[in-house]
């Protein structure tokens, strides 16, 4: 078969290529449960045959809601696919509010959710939806309808003459998916991406991973597949031959990762933090020579530079550093047979990019962004002069970069959407002669680009000048004291920042330092932690200039997360919700630098 240029071309490419005997895998209240590529397909067909008795049209739009990633959400993607229908992914994590929006704005006649809470919330806010038929779940839920109904409806294949003659109309430029980006300010997005949008952003990302062995390689993929990063590596691995092993939530990875030995998957930066983090912990707290042999493998792997630009002698101590040590956290970890790391969603910190790829986890750090399906530009080791610290990696083919005068990157390409869903107006704004404008900000060096911030969170201080709050937050959390934070100072004389400690790390600092305490919140009022802390933003505010540097900061008892308001699902910062909730807070920032 040719090269796949609608999504469910990709489970035929594999079939026709190197059939799978484990295509896909995912577990679900202790029960493995595999596909082979012919039985995938098989599924997704009798989806296709149930869902065309149910008097689904092509046009037609189905949402699909799950907590974890799993082979069910797989199925019912290509089988809605493959009759012309369009799926309406839609995070768990949203509110009901914003699921009576989406399920509205897209007019969605049906809905798969994956569990029992998920079905209580859609069915709570059912009657609002007038286009909504019937809610289906993947696991048993009471009361509610199970997709194998829609299996069971798809056994008689004699409609199956009628699938293919839709899926023989469906054109690569047809939309495919609508993706509500949650947004850090009001309502939803819907973002329209065609097949080919994505199918060429698959086929052209492939050229960047390890050249894995087809059949042969395995992933872990646990990242939300609503999100399309990630949904869109699941096309890429079908491509490859990659088995894909769906994890069963972040908080088992560890077990999932031993599971499934992956040879690629993809992390966010805070993840990899907290990995970092947890081997730092266990290397230094076994004492003796043991300490002093993690010490000195972790500074050097700091240093680590691409393209062997240390030197033979570099290279020499870090192949010791990677047979003493580091083979060990590969084993821990349970990534023996890593080939990549691919980090999306946010700005990585140089100084994990080193320590990752120089203790032999590789990782290549990519930007995008939904409405560009989502690869723009991705780093590689799979030739010289493709990976550079502090960059996101150069173009991938097909994709063009520029940079607008104010600074603004400007894509163009066959992975740029289609618009914004019955929004022209948004969509004029964003889509200007021939290019998507993203709203970040950023250079482009030798091909490399590095992106600065994000064009909307730049805010100017009362004294006129610019500041670009991610750059310095990155900076900061680079501090091992310090978990998240947040620059603040629009039309303030001076930026300030709001701190969420790392509590492990404080509270260890604080047994060492023989400081009392009885709650998290009582500990971070101590003067002495106070004063540890900014020292790091001190350290930090070297690297930038006068007006950049934080002169207050105002530590948080608590994180920052999804269900609290203050991140997206992609754990993006929400701004304007977190000044509104630390309003006075900040208010005390500038109320007592006023008054002293």
């Known amino acids: 078969m040719n090269q796949p240029t609608r999504l469910f071309d990709f489970p035929y490419f594999q079939m026709d290529n190197f059939p799978m005997e484990v295509s896909m895998s995912s577990k679900a209240h202790g029960v493995q449960r595999s596909y082979s590529t012919a039985e995938f397909i098989d599924h997704l067909n009798k989806i296709s045959r149930g869902l065309l008795r149910l008097g689904v049209h092509q046009g037609d739009k189905i949402a699909l809601i799950s907590h974890n990633n799993r082979c069910e959400w797989n199925i019912m993607d290509h089988g809605v696919l493959q009759i012309g229908a369009i799926d309406v992914p839609i995070y768990p994590t949203m509110s009901a509010e914003d699921y009576v929006y989406i399920l509205n704005h897209s007019e969605s006649k049906y809905c798969f959710v994956s569990n029992d809470e998920l079905a209580t919330k859609v069915m709570s806010i059912k009657d609002q939806v007038p286009s909504l038929i019937e809610v289906y779940s993947f696991e048993r839920v009471q009361g509610v309808k199970n997709w194998e109904e829609v299996l069971e409806l798809g056994t008689d294949d004699s409609n199956q003459t009628d699938v293919e003659a839709i899926k023989k109309g469906v054109k690569a430029e047809d939309l495919a998916t609508i993706i ?140 010791i550093a990677r047979k003493l040590v580091f083979s060990k956290v590969k084993t821990a970890l349970g990534l023996t047979e890593i080939g990549a790391i691919a980090s999306g969603s946010a700005a990585l910190q140089p100084r994990l990019a080193r320590f990752f790829n120089g203790a032999g986890m590789p990782v290549y750090e990519g930007y995008g962004l939904t409405e560009t399906s989502p ?195 992609t754990l993006k910062l929400k701004r304007k919700p977190i000044l509104a909730k630390y309003a006075s807070l900040i208010e005390d920032i500038y109320s007592a630098s006023a008054s002293s």
């Open 180 to 319: 509500y980006t949650s947004g850090t300010t009001g309502l939803p997005k819907g973002v329209m991406l065609s097949h080919q949008n994505i199918a060429t952003n698959a086929v052209a990302s492939a050229k960047r991973l390890p050249q894995f062995v087809r059949g042969k390689a395995r992933t872990l993929s646990f990242l939300p597949v609503c999100h399309i990063f990630e949904r869109m590596l699941h096309y890429l691995y079908m491509y490859c031959g990659v088995t894909i092993y769906f994890g069963e939530s972040l908080e088992t990875i560890k077990e999932d990762l031993a599971m499934a030995r992956p040879h690629a998957f993809t992390a966010v930066p805070r993840l990899l933090e907290k990995f970092f983090d947890g081997i730092v912990a266990k290397g230094t707290s076994a004492g003796g020579i043991k300490k002093m042999l993690f010490t000195w493998a972790v500074g050097l792997a700091l240093e680590w530079e691409p393209d062997r630009q240390n030197g033979g002698w570099y290279e020499f101590k870090l192949s």
């Open 375 to 569: 690869v723009i530009t991705v780093n590689t080791l799979n030739e010289p002069h493709m990976l550079r610290v502090g960059y996101v990696g150069k173009c991938i083919d097909d994709v063009a970069v520029k940079i607008a005068e104010d600074g603004e990157i400007l894509c163009k390409g066959p992975n740029v959407m289609i618009g914004y869903y019955k929004d022209p107006e948004r969509t004029d704004e964003v889509l200007r002669d021939g290019w998507f404008h993203t709203g970040d900000i950023g250079v482009v060096e030798d091909g490399f680009l590095k992106i600065t911030d994000r064009k909307k969170e730049i805010f100017k201080t009362s004294g006129g000048k610019y500041v670009a709050p991610q750059l310095i937050e990155n900076s900061l959390k680079e501090s091992h004291l310090i978990e998240q934070c947040m620059v603040i100072g629009e039309n303030r004389n001076f930026p300030a920042a709001l701190v969420v400690p790392a509590f492990d790390g404080v509270r260890k600092w604080c047994s060492k330092h023989g400081i009392n305490y009885t709650t998290d919140e009582d500990m971070i009022q101590d003067q002495r932690v106070v004063e540890r802390i900014w020292k790091d933003v001190e350290k930090t505010n070297q690297g930038f200039g006068k007006w950049e540097q934080v002169k207050q900061i105002r530590l948080l008892p608590e994180m920052f997360t999804i269900e609290g308001g203050e991140l997206t699902p």
